[in-house]
């Protein structure tokens, strides 16, 4: 595999396999409106904001990762955090057959969305189910917990959009799931990877426990176009 394309896997996402939702010009690109404001460019060194002029509005504020220097003239810097990039490199995960896993499907959007909202999922957009599998468990009618798939290269598939509804959490509901998606995927040959904030502590050691390890420490930033 080559891990190479983590290193500026946005940009290898849009600029690949989720060209199709992808806009931009040959420099840069972003996830169209309604999937997570995420951006990628060719280059961390001078990233070209200006292929992104008219695909951004003023304001909106977008996810990038890489590029540390000096904010570019029309964008301001809005937040400048890091992230650890992990990977799995273990055997595949085994089910747990004593959780009803289920796929979810358009008619959960609406569940999909407030689970989201509660778990202060950012970023996620309305169509993030379109990039990849979405596994959910319900308590009756009720989805009480999530994870789906996001970005995508060939032969690696990152986890995302995790949660679990407070009043469940400490079953291991959320283990049960990633678990799912990650055997899902090392069954397509692809090899699972995530990303957590440098600020969650408790997520990264729960990480480093199941079993991934980090591949690198990343810079994150939200930038906004102001003219």
Known sequence: MNKSLLDNIAWHALNGLHRPFSSGGSTAKRYVKGFSPIVGYESYENPDFSALQLQCDIGEHLYCSGWTGLAVEGWEVLADTSASLMIWEQAIPELNPALPIQTLQEKDLSQVLELAALAHLDPFGPRAM??????????????????????????????????????????????????????????????????????????????????????????????????
């Open 130 to 227: 379109e990039l990849g599998a979405f596994l959910g468990i319900f308590s009756g009618d009720r989805l009480v917990a999530m994870g789906g798939e996001r970005m995508a290269v060939k032969g690696f598939r990152e986890i995302s959009s995790v949660a679990t509804h407070p009043e469940y959490q400490g079953r291991g509901y959320a283990r049960s799931l990633m678990g799912a998606l990650m055997r899902k995927q090392m069954l397509s040959k692809e090899i699972p990877f995530l990303h957590v904030m440098v600020e969650n502590i408790h997520a990264h050691a729960i990480y480093e426990r199941m079993g991934f390890t980090t591949y690198k420490e990343i810079p994150v930033r939200v930038i906004a176009r102001v003219k």
